[in-house]
């Protein structure tokens, strides 16, 4: 995981994605899903691009079950873009570095 994505859990989603002021990027995943571990290399480079802008966070399905249920995931890796506490966007399957910025870009004060 990149210096810029940090995990999230079931205990603290509400405070750190739906709370935040900024918008917030989750990536539902687990450690044994192979498109997931394709796309963490796209993931950490995005949150890298948007860290004064966006956060971007990291939820493992298998840890975090209410979570996932709570809003659900079906199929990962799933991506959710939430902003002011609400779901904005969502990608669902690996999908390109531009897709994922043209999707925060949306949503982001320049």
């Known amino acids: 995981?990149?210096?810029h994505v940090s995990e999230v859990s079931d205990s603290s989603f509400e405070q750190d994605v739906l709370q935040s002021d900024k918008p917030v990027l989750v990536d539902f995943w687990a450690t044994w899903c192979a498109p997931c571990?394709?796309?963490a290399p796209?993931?950490?480079?995005?949150?890298?691009k948007y860290s004064?802008?966006?956060r971007v966070v990291?939820?493992?399905v298998d840890d975090n079950p209410s979570i996932s249920q709570r809003y659900g995931i079906k199929g990962i890796p799933t991506l959710i873009l939430f902003k002011g506490g609400k779901e904005e966007e969502r990608v669902v399957g690996a999908t390109s570095k531009d897709?994922?910025?043209r999707m925060i870009d949306k949503h982001v004060a320049a």
């Open 1 to 3: 995981m990149g210096e």
């Open 37 to 39: 571990r394709m796309l």
């Open 42 to 48: 796209t993931v950490d480079a995005i949150a890298e």
């Open 52 to 54: 004064a802008n966006a």
């Open 58 to 60: 990291k939820v493992n």
């Open 99 to 101: 897709a994922i910025s």
